[in-house]
């Protein structure tokens, strides 16, 4: 997910939260990959490839060569 916080001079915060959605005690949430950077987020699937793959990777094993995004 991605936002774009459009008052950079107030105070903001970001929260994460989640819930176990199964009765096992050793169960685990993880976050990863969070990136705060100055600017507007760019569009969704919004890449021109000029500079890097913005995220998108090809799946070797795919006949079809179909394009993912994130991980």
Do not use: H, K, Y
């Amino acid at each position: 997910a991605q936002v774009s916080v459009r008052s950079p001079n107030q105070q903001w915060q970001a929260v994460f939260e989640a819930e176990v959605l199964v009765n096992n005690p050793s169960a685990s949430i993880a976050i990863d990959d969070v990136s705060i950077t100055r600017g507007l987020c760019p569009n969704p699937g919004d890449c021109t490839f000029e500079v890097d793959l913005c995220g998108w990777t090809n799946d070797p094993n795919d006949a079809e060569m179909d394009w993912l995004v994130g991980q």
